[in-house]
């Protein structure tokens, strides 16, 4: 019986998460449309809001196509590791207080293992399509995935060091209810690592060198096509999610807001989730691209540092007054 | 009794990745045989309710160690397959001397006694969360083997920063010629890089 209601439990975060991706999309779309002066998508349904499912339907009855010189199994494993990886890591994130797949006490390295799993994917899929673009979006990526990890892994330690905990639940539950128990002030230095990292870790702009279009046509999924290219557009949208996830849930005080919501608990959660979201697509829409150099600069030698020090301030101000 | 299914899963595929693992002509594959096997290793931390190894396994050995080795397969010239002469001459001599191993393996193994339980119990384990009980007896009790532990991997690390860093007033060496590149696939067109 529980299994099933597990299963249950499953299925609806499976199916809530597929339609986040495919609202995300358009959600991205309208934004940078508008941001540009345009209208966005507003073809299909009022507002364009049936494209997203157009889309869907559109790239799963299109021809799937694998270069005769690729390496068969590992082209075809590549984007279901990067989904399976991504999807994976939701069972742990705590949409409110109880509402939970899996509470296990490691909630957060096995984000970071997951997070490092799914950049398998990009990679094998660079190697296995046997194609140069690709090859070079993929050894872009992992070299970028390895750098920030370790930035935002060290950018976390100061929540574990203040909350005592990893398991995501107790994390919010030591921010307490207000604004101010919020990590957000508290650990600023962490917080503006983990932000920059977040976005190299997910390939957004302006990190996006692994699938830079006027370098690298589309990078490590260049030759991807239908269904195949979709998984991995999904991978990247629930990959943003769990990235803004954690970033809600580390410094911003997860599911709790200014007052209760009954019946629905997560409003608050997936606000501030969207917030996220929507200032990832605002980057998008603003910024340029950095040269490869530069990030690696970026990373190594500002934010790796930033999080030591940080770190070391946190715990000694954490024995002083605790 | 799901502990004990789990367990032989986990050891069945540890062993067979692991054959794979070295038998496997294409190196990348070889890679992806070692990831399976790190993911076994995992779990089977995970029955012995050790979570914090299990995930730093993946963390660690899966997530960056393995990268590297990806890297490295990457980037290396690998076009013709190294053929090395056997250590020992006949095959069939080799088959004898496995077997052999291998039976005096299983021969010693019911003199294997356990050891003393520790001061740890499972209960206490659970009550305080394996990376609690695992950071206080790291940074208590075994304080100076960590330490220890600590400045080995800082000289490595020193030592691969002096070897990596080539001093500012001796000229680079002129470019070798373009060297061609297969980057470790099979059927790839020579790539250069």
């Known amino acids: ?322 | 009794m799901f502990t004990q299914i789990f367990f032989g899963y986990c050891a069945l595929m540890i062993i067979s990745s692991g054959i794979l693992a070295i038998s496997l002509r294409n190196p990348v594959h070889c890679v992806l045989m070692v990831l399976v096997l790190f993911f076994h290793m995992a779990g089977l931390y995970l029955t012995l309710n050790a979570e914090f190894l299990a995930a730093v396994q993946i963390i660690v050995y899966a997530g960056a160690i393995l990268v590297l080795y990806l890297f490295v397969l990457f980037l290396v010239s690998l076009r013709e397959e190294l053929n090395l002469d056997a250590f020992v001459p006949s095959a069939w001599l080799g088959r004898i001397i496995a077997v052999g191993l291998a039976g005096g393996l299983l021969f010693v193994i019911p003199s294997f006694i356990l050891g003393e339980k520790g001061v740890w119990s499972m209960s206490a384990i659970k009550e305080l969360t394996h990376t609690k009980a695992l950071g206080q007896e790291m940074y208590s009790t075994y304080l100076l083997p960590f330490e220890i532990a600590g400045l080995i991997l800082l000289i490595a690390l020193i030592g691969g920063l002096v070897l990596a860093r080539r001093e500012a007033n001796i000229p680079l060496e002129p470019e070798a010629p373009e060297e061609s590149q297969t980057c470790g696939h099979p059927n790839r067109k020579e790539v250069s890089l």
Not at chain 1, 29 to 41: C, E, F, N, T
Not at chain 1, 84 to 99: D, N, Y
Not at chain 1, 131 to 147: E, H, W
Not at chain 1, 156 to 185: C, D, P, R
């Open chain 1, 1 to 322: 019986m529980t299994i099933l209601l597990m299963l249950v439990q499953i299925i609806v975060l499976f199916v809530l998460v597929m339609l986040h991706v495919a609202y995300a999309t358009y959600f991205e779309r309208k934004i940078i449309g508008h941001m540009q002066v345009r209208l966005g998508p507003m073809q299909v349904g009022w507002h364009g809001l049936l494209q997203p499912i157009a889309d869907g339907i559109k790239s799963f009855f299109k021809e799937d196509i694998i270069p005769e010189q690729a390496d068969r199994p590992t082209f075809m494993a590549a984007p279901i590791i990067c989904l399976v990886a991504m999807m994976t890591s939701l069972a742990v994130l705590p949409f409110a207080k109880g509402w939970v797949l899996a509470d296990i006490n490691i909630g957060l390295l096995f984000i970071f293992a997951m997070s490092s799993l799914a950049s398998y994917g990009v990679v094998l899929a660079g190697w296995a399509s046997n194609s140069k673009f690709s090859f070079l979006g993929g050894l872009r990526s992992m070299a970028q995935v390895i750098s920030y990890e370790i930035a935002m892994g060290l950018s976390l330690v100061g929540v574990m060091l203040m909350s005592g905990s990893l398991n995501l639940t107790q994390i919010v539950e030591a921010q307490g209810n207000s604004i101010l128990g919020m990590y957000l002030l508290p650990q600023c230095i962490g917080f503006f690592v983990f932000f920059i990292s977040m976005l190299a870790e997910t390939n957004r702009v302006p990190f996006d060198l692994p699938e830079a279009e006027t370098e690298l046509v589309s990078g490590y999924c260049t030759e991807y096509s239908g269904m195949r290219y979709a998984i991995f557009f999904m991978a990247e949208y629930i990959g943003m999610m769990v990235m803004a996830a954690i970033g809600t849930v580390c410094f911003l005080g997860g599911w709790n807001g200014p007052f209760a919501v009954p019946f629905f608990p997560p409003l608050w959660f997936l606000l501030k989730i969207y917030l996220f979201m929507f200032i990832f697509i605002w980057i998008r829409a603003t910024l340029p691209r950095y040269r490869y150099d530069q990030l690696m600069d970026l990373g190594w030698k500002l934010l790796i540092p930033l999080a030591l020090v940080n770190i070391v301030v946190t715990a000694c101000l954490k024995a002083m007054i605790g």
